[in-house]
């Protein structure tokens, strides 16, 4: 078992920043890939990035890239999510995943955090 606590999440205004953090415990978190979704009301549950569990393979979505950063720290089992030029839009809950696969697809991550939710105003 894996346990994911996300944190970071809050109000922020339209351009700003906030970096979200995923702390993980049980397993040794440096043999997972780790992955940020998000799912805003209404919608699905999407992927937003992926980071291989050597950090040598990072996907973004089409609508996060060139403004959020995925990035892990093994030594402190953490996985962080900076975001920038935040837009009304990436308004939403915020889960990580951990899975032994790298993979794009929710239904390959078994462990999910509680989520934190990201509220970007206009």
């Known amino acids: 078992q894996v346990q994911l606590v996300e944190s970071g999440g809050g109000l922020v205004q339209a351009g700003g920043s906030l970096r979200l953090s995923c702390a993980a415990s049980?397993?040794?978190?440096?043999?997972?890939?780790m992955g940020w979704f998000r799912q805003a009301p209404g919608k699905e549950r999407d992927i937003v990035a992926a980071?291989?569990?050597?950090?040598?393979?990072?996907y973004y979505a089409d609508s996060v890239k060139g403004r959020f950063t995925i990035s892990r720290d093994n030594a402190k089992n953490t996985v962080y999510l900076q975001m920038s030029s935040l837009k009304p839009d990436d308004t939403a809950v915020y889960y990580c995943a951990a899975s032994t696969i790298y993979s794009i697809r929710d239904s390959a991550y078994p462990y999910w955090g509680q989520g934190t939710q990201v509220t970007v105003s206009s």
């Open positions: 980071i291989h569990w050597s950090s040598s393979i990072r």
């Open positions: 049980g397993r040794t978190f440096s043999n997972y890939a």
